[in-house]
């Protein structure tokens, strides 16, 4: 992706080839917008490997049961 600096502006080419790359990423890096900003995944106070593969593997429940519930709002079942 290309981004703009102070002064220069991008050009129109630049902005739509932006847009076509951001909206084929989005499937894949929501998963991990959500665990960071929603269940604070982006933080690790436990020390133990064992600790943090619970932590972890809660935090993919909770997104698990976060998404079905964004799929009922949505009234796609």
Excluded: D, P, W
């Excluded at 703009?4 to 990423?25: D, P, T, W």
């Excluded at 665990?35 to 604070?40: S, Y």
């Excluded at 106070?45 to 932590?55: A, D, F, G």
């Amino acid at each position: 992706m290309k981004i703009a600096v102070k002064e220069h502006s991008l050009e129109i080419r630049n902005i739509l080839r932006n847009k076509m790359i951001s909206s084929k990423r989005i499937s894949g890096e929501l998963i991990y917008v959500v665990t960071k900003k929603i269940f604070k995944a982006g933080e690790v106070l436990v020390t133990t490997i064992q600790r943090i593969n619970l932590k972890m593997l809660c935090i993919a429940f909770c997104f698990n049961l976060y998404q079905l519930r964004t799929l009922e709002i949505k009234e796609v079942f």
